[in-house]
C-alpha cells in the first residue's frame, strides 16, 4: 500500500487531498483485512464483497463506496502491474450506480446579486469581490484558486494560469471586468494585507486563504444577497458551466476550461442543451405552433 501511495505521489502526482483521501481508504481496507486475520495476498473477489457489505452496513453512501472502490482498483491494479499480486480480485465487480445529478446552481440575476455585496472602499471587501468574480468567470475549483499566486495572471492578455488536479496545467481566460479587478487588486489592494506569502489571495495576516476561508466568505455573500440556497464556491464552478452551455458555448469548449481530463465529467451539463433544444423545437417546429 505504501508503495502504491508513493506511485501515486511522484509517477502521477496526484494532489495532497486527494493522495489523503486514497491513504484514509486504504488504510479501512487494512483495518477490515486486520480484523478478519487475512493478507492482503490472499483477498479475493469474496473478501473485496464482503467488505463492500461492510461499507453498507455503515451507511455509506454509494458516492463513498465507488470511492473505495476506485482506490482498491488503483491498488489491485498496481500490484499486478509490479508482480507483487497474481490476480485482481476486484477484475468482476462493479462500482455502484451514481446518479448523474447537477448541485444547485444561481440564476444569472442571483449571481448578480451575490457579486454587488462586497464592499469595494475596504480591502476585504475588493479582495472579496475579486474572487468571487473570477471563481465565476473561470469556473475554478476553490483549491486552484487558493492555489494562485499573482504572476499567474497576465494583465495583458486576461489570461490566468491554473494548476488543476494532479498538477495538471491549464490557461483560462476571464472577461473584462474580472480582469481590471485583478489588476487593481494585485497592484493597489493586495499589498495593503503586507504579504508574507506569495499567495494571490490573503487573510488580515498577509497568508494565502485557506479553503475554509474562501467557503465561509461565499456563505457570508450569499446570506447578504437573500439568497436561500446551498451554496459553496463548488456553485461557482456549476453556474460557470451551466451559464456557457446556456449562452452557446459547446461541450467541448466547457471541458477545456474546467479542465476535466474526461468529457464524462463534463456531461452532467448536457440537461442545459437539451432544454435550449426542447424551446428551439417548439418555438420553430410547425407542428409545435398548431
Not at 51 to 77: C, E, K, M, N, P
Not at 122 to 145: I, K, N, P, Q
Request: charged share 25%; net charge positive.
Amino acid at each position: 500500500m505504501d508503495g502504491y501511495l508513493e506511485h501515486l505521489l511522484i509517477e502521477r502526482g496526484l494532489a495532497e487531498n486527494t493522495l489523503a483521501a486514497y491513504a484514509a481508504d486504504l488504510a479501512d481496507f487494512a483495518g477490515f483485512l486486520a480484523q478478519g486475520g487475512i493478507d492482503l495476498h490472499a483477498a479475493t473477489e469474496q473478501t473485496l464483497f464482503l467488505y463492500i457489505v461492510d461499507l453498507r452496513r455503515r451507511g455509506l453512501t454509494s458516492r463513498t463506496l465507488s470511492r473505495h472502490l476506485s482506490a482498491l482498483r488503483g491498488l489491485f491494479a498496481h500490484g499486478v502491474a509490479e508482480g507483487q499480486l497474481a490476480a485482481d480480485p476486484l477484475r468482476y465487480l462493479e462500482n455502484p450506480k451514481l446518479p448523474r445529478t447537477l448541485p444547485d446552481v444561481l440564476t444569472r440575476d442571483e449571481m448578480a446579486a451575490v457579486l454587488a455585496r462586497p464592499d469595494l472602499s475596504d480591502r476585504l471587501g475588493f479582495r472579496d469581490r475579486t474572487m468571487l468574480e473570477l471563481l465565476y468567470a473561470s469556473g475554478l475549483r476553490v483549491s486552484e484558486l487558493c492555489g494562485l499566486r499573482p504572476l499567474d495572471f497576465d494583465p495583458m492578455t486576461g489570461l490566468v494560469r491554473v494548476f488543476g488536479k494532479g498538477s495538471k496545467e491549464r490557461i483560462v481566460p476571464v472577461h473584462d471586468t474580472a480582469a481590471r479587478l485583478l489588476a487593481a487588486y494585485i497592484r493597489d489592494w493586495r499589498p495593503a494585507f503586507r504579504p508574507v506569502e506569495d499567495a494571490l489571495f490573503l487573510n488580515r495576516s498577509g497568508k494565502g486563504l485557506t479553503r475554509q476561508a474562501v467557503w465561509k466568505a461565499v456563505k457570508r455573500h450569499v446570506a447578504e444577497a437573500g439568497i436561500r440556497k446551498d451554496i459553496s464556491p463548488h456553485t461557482f464552478r456549476h453556474s460557470f458551466a451551466t451559464h456557457l452551455l446556456d449562452g452557446g458555448a459547446d461541450l467541448r469548449t466547457v471541458q477545456m476550461l474546467l479542465g476535466h481530463a474526461d468529457i464524462a465529467a463534463t456531461e452532467i451539463y448536457t440537461h442545459v442543451q437539451a432544454d435550449r433544444l426542447r424551446q428551439v423545437h417548439r418555438a420553430h417546429h410547425p407542428r409545435s405552433r398548431s
